[in-house]
């Protein structure tokens, strides 16, 4: 089931419970599901349950930083968006996050709730636009494999005929053909269904 379909999931990763509160009251009115956890291993159960599409982490967590929990999250749930909340501009930090865990955001504590909420939903709409991607590559790729197969049965069916202009040309025998090639792609697609 795509995020389209589904009502997206945040997953807020910090130790201080004050910090995952705040940050929970900061995105309520939004329409996603926000849960909460105080360890990476709390942050690995839930993911293991639930379909996350947005983990947004502490960097300083006791036992594993934020980066490398991010790193595990991108190699086991490598469609989950992951972003990085620090209360230091560590640039070694960053770059760690940004090359081990490949996060979307490095955000800085405080961070403004307007500015979270839009990076969030920036995130969201990446993720969409990454499904939809590859969904219509899958469309193209069956569409140009029945088009192969078309070919190698008919060999030159799916030559086409232009003008100077670029127009297609068409004369009665070809129109013919073209509704045949139409009935013949339509009970192909019947067949691979």
């Known amino acids: 089931m795509d995020i389209r379909t589904r009502q997206p999931v945040v997953l807020l990763l910090d130790d201080e419970p004050n910090v995952t509160a705040g940050l929970k009251r900061a995105l309520h009115s939004e329409p996603w599901k926000i849960l909460t956890a105080a360890t ?3 942050a690995f159960d ?5 379909s996350v599409d947005v983990v947004v982490s502490d960097e300083r967590m006791p036992g594993m930083s934020g980066s490398q929990f991010l790193s595990a999250v991108r190699k086991k749930y ?4 992951r972003m990085i909340l620090s209360g ?3 640039l070694e930090a960053a770059v760690r996050a940004i090359n081990e865990g490949e ?3 490095f955000l800085l504590k405080p961070c403004n709730p307007a500015d979270l909420r839009i990076t969030i ?10 499904e939809l991607s590859k969904k219509l590559l899958r469309e193209y790729e069956k569409k140009q494999t029945l088009l192969d197969e078309l070919e190698r049965a008919n060999p030159g069916i799916t030559l086409v005929d232009t003008d100077a202009n670029g127009s297609n040309c068409m004369d009665d025998e ?18 691979v269904g």
């Open 88 to 90: 230091q501009a560590d």
């Open 121 to 130: 939903r920036q995130a969201m709409e990446h993720k969409q636009l990454v």
């Open 103 to 105: 996060v979307y955001r």
């Open 46 to 50: 839930i993911l293991s349950r639930e």
């Open 40 to 42: 990476t291993g709390g």
């Open 78 to 81: 490598p469609h989950t968006i």
């Open 174 to 191: 070809d129109a013919e053909m073209a509704t045949d090639l139409a009935d013949l792609l339509r009970e192909m697609q019947a067949q």
